[in-house]
């Protein structure tokens, strides 16, 4: 009689308790989840859009340091295009002909891709255009966007899945920069 009142006594979990604690854990985990996969596309368009500045800040590098292209420095710069054709992928571009500031075939240096999801939906330069050609001539160096050194560009690039967006200005000095 004495080991049966000791069983009752004893502290323990019932199934309804246990399904409760369950089901807290189960919530907690999927916001966790849902949160996580958020961040990390977020994280992907942020890393995407410092690639693409980091990329146009090399071609401006390469033209003020006269950085050689098959042998030569590029008689009108390094430069840097963008076109909404082709929105995953933008070109780095030593630009041979002289005072021209435009990409030509056999200029290429190198194409980047962009990660999957992530597009140049949009450009502009005071109206919305399908490209844009940002040359750096050396030695200042002069930035022509589209052939015109006194306009500013904004690339906009966007995560297809939740549809955010990161916009890259380049003004006519230049000046590379991420706005929100």
Do not use: C, H
Request: net charge negative; proline share 3%; glycine share 6%.
């Amino acid at each position: 009689m004495n080991s049966t009142k000791d069983l009752k006594s004893q502290a323990g979990f019932t199934i309804a308790e246990l399904l409760v604690g369950i089901f807290i854990i189960a919530l907690i985990s999927g916001i966790f989840l849902a949160n996580y996969r958020s961040a990390d596309r977020q994280a992907k368009l942020n890393m995407a859009a410092q690639q693409v500045v980091s990329d146009i800040r090399t071609a401006q590098n390469y033209s003020l340091g006269l950085q050689e292209f098959e042998g030569s420095v590029p008689k009108s710069g390094w430069g840097a295009r963008f076109n909404t054709a082709s929105p995953d992928s933008y070109i780095i571009f030593a630009d041979k002909d002289e005072g021209e500031y435009d990409y030509d075939a056999g200029e290429e240096y190198k194409t980047v891709d962009l990660p999957s999801d992530i597009i140049i939906s949009n450009i502009n330069i005071a109206v919305a255009v399908n490209a844009v050609n940002i040359v750096f001539m050396p030695p200042n160096p002069t930035t022509y966007i589209n052939t015109n050194n006194n306009t500013s560009v904004e690339i906009t690039l966007k995560e297809n899945i939740s549809n955010a967006v990161k916009k890259i200005n380049v003004n006519f000095l230049g000046l590379v920069d991420i706005v929100d």
